[in-house]
């Protein structure tokens, strides 16, 4: 301690690392049912990527409406129940994979996407929700009554 009370700055820093802070912390994988969650959401969102893709063509303006808003519905969804922004990232990597594999041409002719506004407003519009979703998605707060958010 010094003259003034206070510790010197590399003391206080040993003891906040010490005391089994953040950086102390081992870097570890999630959990294999966190680890089969994540996974199960990257398999859900292919699957409202293609039922999207499907939709969106069907009944233009409300499909469109309804295939981004299964979209967010389930990305913001993963990302509450999982608590992590990871959970909306799942399913929005999913839904993109899906929606990617269904864009591309395929020899004999045949392709899923018209050249149109709404196939454009469903991929950019997709990816923006995926964005949003994974950026307003509530993380975790520290559990500690000592911790001071905002000092």
Do not use: C, H
């Not at 039922?51 to 993963?78: D, N, S």
């Amino acid at each position: 301690m010094s003259a003034n009370g206070k510790a010197p700055a590399g003391e206080a820093r040993g003891k906040a690392v010490a005391g089994g802070g953040l950086l102390a912390q081992p870097l570890v994988g999630p959990s294999p049912g966190r680890a089969a969650g994540y996974l199960g959401l990257f398999v859900l969102g292919a699957v409202v990527g293609a039922a999207g893709a499907l939709l969106q063509g069907a009944w233009f303006p409300g499909g469109l409406l309804l295939a981004l808003g299964g979209a967010a519905g389930l990305f913001l969804g993963g990302a509450r129940v999982v608590g992590t922004r990871a959970g909306a990232v799942a399913p929005a990597a999913g839904w993109m994979v899906a929606v990617i594999l269904l864009t591309a041409s395929r020899p004999e002719g045949d392709f899923l996407f018209a050249a149109g506004v709404g196939s454009y407003l469903f991929l950019l519009g997709g990816m923006a929700v995926a964005v949003m979703s994974a950026t307003l998605a509530l993380t975790r707060q520290p559990d500690s009554p000592a911790v001071r958010l905002g000092k």
